[in-house]
């Protein structure tokens, strides 16, 4: 399981500054868990995070090797606002069987589990999360997730991870435009693997470049491709694949 860092928000402008910066709604603190992510002006990602309400604090939950350059983000739209950003001194616990008290459902989906957050040491868990991400197409910080990245190319608005309804975000122009106005030409898929492919791997079609795949489990995973280009015939490592439905 990746490291995780929990961060801890506070002050009396901290809900207005995570508003007015996020892909999803913060009102929905009240409900549970959100899932988001900050994203450059031009609508690329820069991180994608789990925010839980704690009293009048924001934990903010992120894979590690995120967190330096998210914080650094944040620092420097905070300006004035009276925002402090820490460490919070606790750990995730994760796990899909009966939840303990005062953990939350996944919003990404209910096949997910639960996520906690205490000072006890992260209990290892025996689920095979990767196998249950390819199985609901749910893309991971740093593998499908990169700087390159457009969120909706990423499955966001299936996974509760952006608000169309919430008003401005940073990026918000771009996601906007790609959700209303064009037809999304590139993304991630799932596709059945004939014979063997190692994650990373390009994939063709008839001998063109259409995409690469990601995260591999049994025989199936996550692949990125240019729809317009991936219909028949895709290969990767010479095994063969097919696309199969979300």
Not at 67 to 73: E, I, W
Not at 209 to 216: E, I, K, N, R, Y
Request: with cysteine.
């Amino acid at each position: 399981m990746a490291q995780r860092r929990i961060l801890r928000l506070s002050g009396a402008d901290t809900v207005e500054f995570l508003q007015g910066l996020i892909t999803n709604d913060v009102a929905k603190l009240t409900k549970g868990l959100v899932y988001a992510a900050l994203l450059t002006p031009q609508g690329k990602y820069i991180a994608d995070f789990f925010l839980a309400a704690d009293g009048d604090d924001v934990l903010l939950d992120v894979d590690d090797s995120l967190a330096d350059t998210l914080v650094q983000r944040l620092s420097l739209y905070k300006l004035r606002a009276d925002v402090t950003i820490a460490l919070a001194g606790l750990n995730l616990q994760r796990g899909t069987g009966p939840a303990p008290d005062g953990a939350l459902p996944d919003p990404r989906h209910p096949d997910l589990g639960w996520r906690a957050y205490s000072p006890a040491p992260e209990a290892q868990d025996d689920t095979d999360w990767t196998a249950l991400r390819v199985a609901h197409l749910i893309p991971e910080s740093g593998i499908e997730l990169g700087p390159e990245s457009y969120i909706l190319e990423a499955g966001f608005e299936a996974l509760n991870g952006v608000d169309f309804r919430k008003g401005c975000y940073v990026g918000q122009e771009v996601t906007a435009r790609m959700k209303h106005k064009t037809e999304l030409r590139k993304g991630l898929a799932r596709v059945a693997i004939d014979g063997t492919a190692e994650p990373g791997s390009d994939i063709t079609a008839n001998g063109k470049a259409v995409g690469q795949l990601h995260s591999v489990s049994g025989q199936q995973g996550i692949a990125y491709l240019r729809f317009d280009r991936a219909g028949q015939n895709l290969q990767a490592d010479g095994a063969s694949l097919t696309l199969l439905p979300r």
